[in-house]
């Protein structure tokens, strides 16, 4: 559901964007790593976070 619901908001940006005739911000290639950046530091947060508490405890 969250990828349905992902696909779906990134259509309707694309569309605004494509409406407003705007140009994206970025690159493709810059804007996927950029992603990709993203969901590495989301999934490292928690792991660093709990290797701290680990050695605090």
Known sequence: MNLLLSLVIG???GLLYG???????AP???A???LLGMLAGEKLWPMG???VA???S
């Open 11 to 13: 259509l309707g940006v």
């Open 28 to 30: 493709p290639a810059i």
């Open 32 to 34: 996927l790593v950029g």
């Open 49 to 51: 976070r709990a290797l």
């Open 19 to 25: 409406a407003l005739d705007f140009r994206s911000p």
């Open 54 to 56: 680990g050695w605090i």
